[in-house]
């Protein structure tokens, strides 16, 4: 059984800026709080098989301080509350067996939690991120502060308010009959391809930012155009759109700054691939949508 694509499952009934401002102060006060842990980038896990990032309230007495909160949502009656500390918050942890620091790739791949809460961590994740990168205010330049229980920065200097962001990206399966074209950066792991992506630019349809990113990538025309499904991707604050495109042309003119290599693959090979089994490429991890979006159209 394929494993579901990672960070989209979440059973939160979110909390957002319309509902109660003081939501984060009543959760700070319900003993049924349970508390997602983050000291810097690294999730901290109660241990077990799985483990669990939905740690109990009092293990904030563990810290000399925190820096923000986020009051994420309900989870059943529980409410949940994201909490960011400073990276070094986490040696007092990473010395208790009771206790896991992990970071959060490693958690989805390692499945060190229920899938379940990986949506939850990349929710805290992006939240807790983007407080720590907007102290200040884009209109002025004053220091802003958290309101409306962590879904939103204020400027008392100007009156501007600040919502937290993510930055829409398109990552596609180019298609040619039974082939299709995937690329390699110098990043990845050793033997992998996986599709092209690239950041939506202002004022452009998806489907136009597929056709404009796989020419720039690979020189490669494109056509009609699907989507296919979506994944958040918290590193810091993605959303990737998964589409399957097809090509008009056929020859590769790979840019060298972006891309080290792209080729076509036969659906032979992507099998190979997919199943571990190829002896010269790999396909991208089951965790991201890439190995999600070849895998269907290995299906097809």
């Not at 904030?60 to 409410?79: D, K, T, Y």
């Not at 994201?82 to 791949?109: G, K, N």
């Not at 962590?150 to 993510?166: E, K």
């Amino acid at each position: 059984m394929t494993r579901p694509i990672a960070y989209i499952s979440n059973s939160l009934v979110r909390h957002s800026a319309e509902r109660d401002p003081d939501a984060l102060a009543k959760a700070a006060r319900d003993p049924r709080t349970a508390m997602i842990l983050l000291a810097g980038d690294l999730p901290v896990l109660q241990a077990g098989e799985p483990g669990t990032s939905l740690l109990p309230a009092s293990v904030l007495s563990r810290l000399p301080a925190h820096q923000e909160q986020v009051f994420l949502g309900i989870l059943g009656e529980r409410p949940v509350v994201a909490t960011l500390a400073a990276p070094e918050a986490a040696e007092p942890f990473q010395d208790d067996p009771a206790f896991a620091v992990v970071d959060l790739r490693s958690i989805a791949v390692r499945g060190l939690v229920p899938a379940e809460e990986l949506g939850m961590l990349a929710m805290a994740k992006s939240l807790l991120d983007w407080h720590r990168r907007h102290r200040f205010c884009a209109n002025c330049g004053a220091p802003t502060q958290p309101a409306q229980a962590g879904f939103r920065r204020d400027c008392a200097a100007c009156g501007a308010q600040h919502f937290p962001r993510t930055d829409p990206v398109v990552i596609m399966l180019i298609t040619r009959g039974d082939k299709c074209l995937m690329g390699r950066q110098p990043r990845f792991a050793e033997k992998m391809y996986s599709c092209l992506a690239g950041f939506l630019e202002p004022g452009e349809t998806i489907e136009d930012a597929v056709r404009r990113e796989t020419f720039e990538e690979a020189g490669i025309r494109v056509g009609a155009v699907r989507y296919l499904t979506s994944q958040p991707w918290p590193f810091p604050s993605n959303i990737m759109i998964g589409c399957i495109g097809e090509a008009l042309t056929d020859e590769i003119a790979f840019d060298g700054e972006e891309l080290e290599d792209a080729r076509w693959f036969s659906k032979d090979d992507v099998r190979l691939m997919l199943e571990g089994r190829h002896e010269h490429f790999a396909a991208p991890a089951p965790i991201a949508i890439a190995n999600h979006i070849v895998r269907e159209w290995v299906k097809d």
